[in-house]
């Protein structure tokens, strides 16, 4: 049996470890594992390591190859300190499909809700992410997590995705203000409307004062000079 190890004849060195020294088989089967690593075979490798009980190097040479039902299916049956760091991996290959339930399944699995949270906010999924966040946070901290995120759309000049944001998480005065802030007057009177229409006719009469200001302002500026 030695012999056939040494020589790497893997399936006659465990044909005959079965029959005469049961006890080496897992040895074996792991030994055969890692030659096929080696030669870059980490399919063939993957169902020798599973035989052998070497978990962790069957998850991985499974994601190796991006066989990742196969690692999934391994990756369920560990306990959960051993799976959880593998799971977030394999969720980034399906939001890179846009697989956006099984990334969430696989990140919630991985103890990874802010990943899975953050993957919805960048695809644009307010309402999957706020629910989400609702579920594993205290509700200052959603809406600080949601502010946070807003603010820099605002930076980016993503104005309508921070609307989203400060709206989900029941801020429409964050978005009154940046609109206010970036002269968007117009997105400004819209909210204002929809959430302080007590406040509308008070608004207009300011952006009127506003704008005779900034006319005067411009015809000062161009007034022909008297000779």
Partial sequence: MECYHKGSAFLKAVELARSAFPAEVVKLEEGWG??????????????????ARCSIKAIEAAIG?????KAIYILDLQDRPTAAKYYPKIAQHYVALQDYQMAEELYVKGDRMKDA????TQAGRWEQAHKLASKCMRPEDVSMLYITQAQEMEQQGKYKEAERLYITVDEPDLAITMYKK????EEMIRLVAK??????????LHLGKVKCFVSGQLGHIFEPKSL
Avoid: P
């Fill in 34 to 51: 890692d030659h096929l690593v080696q030669q870059k075979q980490l399919d063939a490798a993957i169902n020798h390591y599973i035989e």
């Fill in 65 to 69: 190859t991006r066989q990742w039902k």
């Fill in 117 to 120: 949270i953050e993957m919805y």
């Fill in 182 to 185: 970036c002269k968007m007057y």
């Fill in 195 to 204: 959430y302080h229409k007590d406040l509308l006719s008070d608004t207009h």
